[in-house]
């Protein structure tokens, strides 16, 4: 799957769940993933809990220099 940016998925998401961007910023996150599944596009949209985030970055979350599905993290975005 090819990486997007963070807008794209916020976006898309957005777009797929007939929310508004406004309230998807109120409710949710958009974090970087690096699960490696087939269709990750590199970003996982969390519940905004920190709780939750902290499950995702502990379990989910690329490190630094961290390949995932072809792509390179550098700390802030996605490098294909």
Same mark, same amino acid.
């Given at each position: 799957? $090819?990486?997007?940016?963070?807008?794209?998925?916020?976006?898309?998401?957005?777009?797929? %769940? $007939?929310?508004?961007?406004?309230?998807?910023? %109120?409710?949710? +996150?958009?974090?970087?993933? /690096?699960?490696?599944?087939?269709?990750?596009? !590199? &970003? /996982?949209?969390?519940?905004?809990?920190?709780?939750?985030?902290? /499950?995702?970055?502990?379990?989910? /979350?690329?490190? +630094? !220099?961290?390949? %995932? $599905? !072809? %792509?390179? &993290? $550098? !700390?802030? +975005? &996605?490098? +294909?």
């Amino acid at each position: 799957m $090819n990486r997007i940016t963070k807008e794209q998925f916020e976006k898309a998401y957005c777009e797929r %769940s $007939n929310i508004t961007l406004t309230y998807y910023h %109120s409710h949710f +996150v958009a974090l970087p993933c /690096a699960c490696d599944y087939e269709q990750c596009e !590199g &970003w /996982a949209s969390v519940t905004n809990d920190a709780d939750m985030i902290a /499950a995702h970055m502990r379990f989910y /979350a690329p490190r +630094v !220099g961290q390949e %995932s $599905n !072809g %792509s390179l &993290w $550098n !700390g802030d +975005v &996605w490098v +294909v």
